[in-house]
């Protein structure tokens, strides 16, 4: 039968659907312009298994299990869940690791990129502007031949089961409230959905985004190097939607300043998503198709994962995340040194599979 989440209306869809699901998140409880962030999400879950101490980002996403989830269990049905890894995994690791630096800098995700602009948030745009430009770099290097080398296919289907059972494990610890776990009581991260909503909506997404094969960086990325538009247009759509929820809403707030979980630092947030965009283009997709590519059995997807934990957990502990006074203390540093690892691994990478 063919996926008519494969079309070009089918991508629009998901798209929309993405988008809806993402603004009923906030209306029920999320953060404002943070229905849907998959490096916040993250850095929450580091935070509730407390990797870092920042009391107000610690909580268990429901929303990242149930896209995965959600992924393997469509993935399954379909004839779709093929283990496989081994791609450089150490470099992928800690790809995911400074795409996490480069993402807190910037206070979100692509997918956040995307629902700040919907809000109103003008400082989206110096983001996006830093996403594309290290897609580009990235793009560059992939026409030179940058490869991370070939993921095999794994000789168990076991492995592929080992990241969704461990967010299954920490959806159970918090279903159960382990006492162990740690929850914010003011801050982002004391601001969610109902459990149920929340493991719904991701869930939903999962199943969209796996069909559909939505990515917010390889809607940019097939751009610039096939002039393929297909995926950028569910990303219009996942955008569109979402402003015209917010519009009719009233939580459409168009300016700099005083943006919910927001900075005005033009500068970082710029280099903050070069950082990231470019880290996610070698990785080969956006954290949310990161995810999804878990959910289907991918265990570089899982390493990649991993990274971004441990990055929001360092990104925490040692003054790298940016708040909304501003960039962290060691934010600067930590971002040049994420553009410098990710141009050495794009230029060693490339020249090593020549």
Known sequence: MKNIFATKWGIILAGTAIGIIAIALQFWGNPPNMGFCMACFLRDIAGGLKLHTAAPVQYIRPEITGIILGAMIIALAKGEFKPRGGSSPVIRFFL???????????????WRAYLRLAGGDFNAITGLAGLATGIYVGTLLIKKGFNLGRARASQSRFSGYIIPAFMGIILLMLVFHFSKLAFSTKGPGAMHAPLIISLTGGLLVGYFAQRSRFCTIGA??????????????????????????????GNFHPGFENQPIAHTDHLWNFLGMVLAGLAFVLAGGCPGRQIILAGEGNTDSGIFILGMLLGAAVAHNFGLASSPKGIGEFGAIATLTGIGYTLLVGFVMTKRMK
């Not at 690791?97 to 910037?106: D, P, S, T």
């Not at 995926?231 to 929820?245: C, D, E, M, P, S």
């Open 220 to 249: 940019i990325r097939d751009i610039f190097i096939i002039r393929n538009y297909h995926l950028f247009l569910g990303v219009a759509a996942f955008t569109l939607i979402a402003f015209g929820l917010n519009l009719v809403m």
């Open 96 to 110: 995911g690791f400074f795409a996490m630096i480069g993402a807190l800098v910037f206070l979100g995700c692509p």
